[in-house]
């Protein structure tokens, strides 16, 4: 959704639609909202002081057991949920 609203923003329905046709050619797996998931995220809001996209993110990422890869220090509070893969910071 973050980078299709840049993508809106910069090239209006067709930069959307580029950038929504450029998803479905990459090797990933959509992650859907489930009741498990959304328990994981309601636990980790009422935990830590982070954003709410941030939640769902770090929730996905422990439901699904995986690494975090990120370029946000918010996430460090939550080091002992998930592995973190911190990429340079600006």
């Known amino acids: 959704m973050e ?5 809106y923003q910069a090239r209006g329905e067709d930069g959307l639609a580029a950038l929504m046709a450029s998803l479905q050619q990459l090797p990933i797996t959509r992650v859907d909202v489930s009741d498990e998931l ?3 995220a309601a636990r980790i809001k009422g ?12 929730a996905t990422a422990k439901q699904l057991g995986a690494t975090l890869v990120h ?4 996430f460090e509070q939550a080091a002992m949920e998930v592995p973190l893969q911190p990429l340079p910071y600006r």
């Open 3 to 7: 980078a299709g609203y840049k993508a």
């Open 38 to 40: 959304i328990a994981i």
């Open 47 to 58: 935990m830590y002081r982070m954003s709410l996209a941030d939640t769902w993110i770090l």
């Open 71 to 74: 370029k946000d220090p918010e």
